[in-house]
C-alpha cells in the first residue's frame, strides 16, 4: 500500500494504470502462495484489482499484507553486479531479487539470503567468478538452485536437498569457481539474530 502511493506522490486519487493492475495481481498471487490469503479471499481481492480506477483502490487490497509483499514490484532490477576483493557482501533483509547477477569475488564470501527477500521475478540467473572464496544461498521453500552450469576448479558445492514446495524462484548459476565453494542450505534457526549482534 505504501509503496504504490509513495509511487504516485501520496495521491490515492491518481487512476491506476495496467501495469498498477497488473503489480497488484502479482502481489496478491504471491501472498496466496505464501499462504497469507485463502483461495476464496485471493479471489475477491483478485476482482477488486483487476476492476480498480485509482491506485488507492488498489492500495486497500494489499493493506493487510506485509510491506515485503506489497513492495514487490518497487525497486526490481534487470541486473545487479557484486563485485570485491578480500571482502564479504551480503543481500539480506528483503532485499529486491534482480533478474541477473553478476558476482566477482576473490578472497572473499557473497551471501543471497532469500528468506525474507523480495522476488519479483520467476528465474535469477547468476553469472559467477569465484576465486578463494565462497558463495553461500540461505534458501526458503519455493527456491530451487541450479548448479549444472558450472565450471568447478579445485572447488566443492555443498547443497541441501529443497523442501517440497511450489517453485517461487528458480536460481541458475553459470560460470567458474577456483579454490572456492558454493553453499545452498535453509537458514539455521536463531543465526541471524546471533550474528547481528556479534
Known amino acids: ?3 504504490e502511493l509513495a509511487r504516485t506522490g501520496g495521491s490515492p486519487e491518481v487512476r ?27 479471489e475477491e481481492r483478485l476482482e477488486i484489482a483487476l476492476s480498480a480506477r485509482t491506485v488507492g483502490e488498489l ?3 494489499t493493506g493487510d499484507l506485509p510491506a515485503v509483499a506489497g513492495e514487490m514490484p518497487v525497486g526490481a532490477e534487470d541486473l545487479v553486479r557484486i563485485q570485491q576483493e578480500g571482502a564479504s557482501t551480503r543481500r539480506g533483509d528483503a532485499w ?21 527477500a523480495v522476488i519479483a521475478h520467476d ?3 547468476i ?4 576465486r578463494a572464496g565462497a558463495l553461500k544461498l540461505l534458501t526458503r521453500p519455493g527456491v530451487v538452485v541450479d548448479t549444472g552450469g558450472l565450471v568447478m576448479n579445485y572447488s566443492e558445492i555443498k547443497a541441501r536437498r ?14 567458474e569457481i577456483h579454490y572456492g565453494q558454493v553453499v545452498v542450505r535453509p537458514p539455521r534457526r536463531g543465526f541471524g539474530r546471533r550474528s547481528a549482534t556479534a
Open 1 to 3: 500500500m505504501a509503496a
Open 16 to 42: 491506476a494504470s495496467h501495469a498498477d493492475r497488473d503489480r497488484t495481481v502479482d502481489v496478491l498471487r504471491v501472498a496466496a502462495g505464501d499462504g497469507r490469503l485463502t483461495l476464496e479471499e485471493l
Open 59 to 61: 492500495a486497500v487490497v
Open 96 to 116: 529486491v531479487v534482480p533478474r541477473r547477477l553478476e558476482i566477482r569475488s576473490a578472497w572473499g564470501e557473497v551471501t543471497l539470503d532469500f528468506t525474507d
Open 123 to 125: 528465474t535469477l540467473d
Open 127 to 130: 553469472d559467477l567468478d569465484l
Open 162 to 175: 529443497p523442501v517440497e514446495a511450489p517453485v517461487l524462484l528458480r536460481v541458475r548459476i553459470t560460470g
